[in-house]
């Protein structure tokens, strides 16, 4: 199975400041068709995950624009313009090139 | 907008099975697929395994593979995921979720995003 490992675990932000997480996978997440499975979604406290973004730096639907993804291969990141109270929450990444396995999480704190 | 509709929670004892169903509204059932994740405490969302809406297809993760069955009922738009031999680390959280069966709509890949999530359903495995 693919493995992936986020960075840092958690975070402390003040609201207005950026915010940056780390995602490293065990193998290249780059698809023979030159697309990247590269997720990330929210998951805010009592509720289900939610896709923000998807290969690599797509925003889902309703995301705000403070929300970028980048990367490549095997190294990605996510990254917060100005934290919002509302980004409260446990960030996963994840792939899907080799069925989907997700990262550990990272809980972002304001 | 999409909707995925999870039943209630469950306890049951070691060694039972539990069967879970995820009701969908808002988009044609049989153009996507249902994938399964659980979360179990204080671990990482774990996926489990998912099913075609529309040819009932199914693909099951290895650390399951003899314990899972997932079905759908196309004219009722619901989705189910059947665990059986239940032990107590399968105490978590298990949530469907769906896949465009790509190329479709926004997706442009064959390869789309696990985009909407039901609300999740508690397991708990205790004697």
């Known amino acids: 199975d693919i493995v992936m490992a986020q960075t840092p675990l958690s975070l402390s932000v003040a609201p207005g400041q950026p915010a940056s997480i780390s995602c490293k996978s065990s193998?290249?997440?780059?698809?023979?068709?030159?697309?990247?499975?590269l997720y990330w979604y929210l998951q805010k406290p009592g509720q289900a995950p939610k896709l923000l973004i998807y290969e690599v730096s797509t925003r889902f639907f309703g995301v705000p624009d403070r929300f970028s993804g980048s990367g490549s291969g095997a190294d990605f990141t996510l990254k917060i313009s100005r934290v919002e109270a509302e980004d409260v929450g446990i960030y996963y990444c994840?792939?899907?090139?080799?069925?989907?396995?997700f990262g550990q999480g990272t809980r972002l704190d304001i | 907008q999409a909707q995925l509709v999870q039943s209630g929670a469950e306890v049951k004892k070691p060694g039972a099975s539990v069967k879970i169903s995820c009701k969908t509204s808002g988009f044609t059932f049989t153009l996507y697929a249902m994938h399964w994740v659980r979360q179990a405490p204080g671990q990482r969302l774990e996926w489990m395994g998912w099913?075609?809406?529309?040819?009932?297809?199914?693909k099951y993760s290895q650390n399951f593979q003899d314990r899972v069955t997932m079905t759908r009922d196309t004219s009722a738009s619901t989705g189910y995921m059947e665990l059986s031999s239940l032990k107590s680390e399968d105490t978590a959280v298990y949530y469907c979720?769906?896949?465009?069966?790509?190329?479709?709509?926004?997706?442009?890949?064959?390869?789309?995003?696990?985009?909407?999530w039901g609300q999740g359903t508690l397991v708990t495995v205790s004697s």
């Open positions: 994840m792939q899907s090139i080799q069925h989907q396995t």
């Open positions: 099913i075609n809406g529309g040819n009932g297809y199914t």
């Open positions: 979720v769906r896949e465009p069966l790509g190329p479709l709509g926004y997706c442009r890949s064959t390869n789309c995003p696990l985009d909407y």
């Open positions: 193998q290249s997440l780059l698809h023979s068709d030159g697309k990247t499975y």
